[in-house]
Each structure stands twice: as C-alpha cells, then as structure tokens.
C-alpha cells in the first residue's frame, strides 16, 4: 500500500459523458501527478500540481481538466469523453527527491 | 524536448535466463528512477540513482547509472516468474523546470516456467 488513495476504482460510462476522478495523496506529500496508461502503454504524463497550483503540463488534452484543493487532494476531470479516453488514470504524489508513490488507480471504461 | 527511451519494448525468456532493459537520455539526469509494475497493478518505486557511475543491488537485480548520467540499466539475474512485469525507468533532468520526471515507455517483462 502506497499510501495514495484513487476513486473510483472502476468507472463505465456512455460518450459524450463527464467523469470525475479523485486522489488524495500519501500524508505530506504536497505533488500529485496524473497518467493516463492506455491498454498495455506506457505512462503519459498529463498534469502535475505542487500544493494548490499547476506546475506542468503534458499531453492533457483541452476536455481534461484538474485541481489540487486546500487539503491536497486533487479531481481530474474528463469531459466530452470519447472512446479512446478509456484506459488507467493514475495519480501519484511524490516523496523524497521526487520519487512517485502511485495509487492503484481508475479504470476507466467508455462505452 | 527532453526524452528517455527505453529499450526493448518487450523481451521473452525462460525461466533462469538473465534479462537486461537499457535506459537513454537526450540530456543529463540529475538522477535515474526505476519502477516495477505488475499486470493488474501500478507501478511501484524500486530504486533511484544519483551518483555517476553508480551501482546497487537488490538481491537477482542489478541497477547501474552511466559516468554520463545519460543512461541506466537494470539487469536481472536468474529470472523468476515473480519477476513478470513492466519495468520502467524515470529520468530527473539536470535542468530544473516546471516538468520534471520523465518516465520511459517501459519494458514488459514475459518469464516462461
């Protein structure tokens, strides 16, 4: 167990449909990044926030969208969701010299 | 822009056979990260690497950093079926910016019994 929580842990839902992913990071971590992994990919790098503010950026496509909140935790938010958004979102918050405790992650399924 | 390519994308071997996945950067890193993750599960911290050069062992595998801090490998020795996977590495530019660990594409570890 990392220590980061992700829910759902599945989600289906229709095209067209909005979605919200949640995260709360391991106990003092101040970052958390989100990834999206399509079937048997690699992880790609959508958004990053460090304490309350975005720090970078990735391929995030303009339907996606996220925050990082007072107490951490942060919401990915995909909207106009299409067949090829379907994949694992994870989030990860980092520790020590940046290295990445990651959730278990989202499945999600677009129908 | 800044990339970390890893190498091979998948590798098949029999059970006991050595497995090596390489690691290379278009620029310095400040330090070298691999990740280990398991059908199913998400990807779990191994190991960093911060010194040129650099060697560390944990256990069957073997995680070397280049002198240039370009490139890393890890090699695993007698594979096991528990070591079945995807290893990735992750780079920490030299140059600090907004982005900073950039992950490899991975390599998916097939061990046959």
């Known amino acids: 167990d990392s220590g980061v929580t992700q829910t759902p842990k599945h989600l289906i839902t229709a095209t067209g449909q909005r979605v919200t992913l949640r995260c709360s990071p391991r106990?003092?971590?101040?970052?958390v990044y989100w990834y999206q992994q399509s079937l048997d990919q690699g992880l790609q790098f959508l958004i990053q926030?460090?304490?309350?503010?975005?720090?970078a950026k990735g391929n995030i496509l303009e339907r996606f969208s996220a925050q990082q909140f007072p107490d951490l935790h942060s919401e990915l938010n995909l909207s106009s969701l299409e067949l090829g958004d379907s994949a694992l979102y994870f989030c990860?918050?980092?520790?020590?010299?940046?290295?990445?405790?990651f959730g278990p992650g989202t499945r999600l399924t677009v129908l | 822009g800044q990339q970390v390519m890893q190498i091979p994308q998948y590798q098949h071997v029999q059970e006991g056979e050595d497995f090596t996945t390489y690691c290379n950067s278009s620029?310095?890193?400040?330090?070298i990260q691999w990740y280990k993750q398991r059908p199913g599960g998400h990807p779990v911290f191994l190991i960093q690497?911060?010194?040129?050069?650099e060697v560390k062992k944990q256990k069957r595998l073997t995680f070397q950093f280049g002198e240039a801090k370009k490139n890393s490998s890890l090699h695993i020795t007698a594979t096991q079926t528990t070591d079945v996977g995807t290893y990735f590495c992750?780079?920490?530019?030299?140059?600090?910016?907004?982005?900073?660990?950039?992950f490899g594409a991975g390599t998916r570890l097939f061990v046959k019994a």
């Open positions: 990860a918050s980092t520790g020590a010299a940046d290295t990445q405790y």
């Open positions: 106990s003092g971590d101040l970052s």
């Open positions: 926030y460090y304490n309350g503010e975005e720090r």
């Open positions: 620029t310095t890193l400040s330090n």
């Open positions: 690497l911060v010194k040129s050069g």
């Open positions: 992750a780079g920490l530019p030299g140059d600090t910016g907004g982005f900073k660990t950039i």
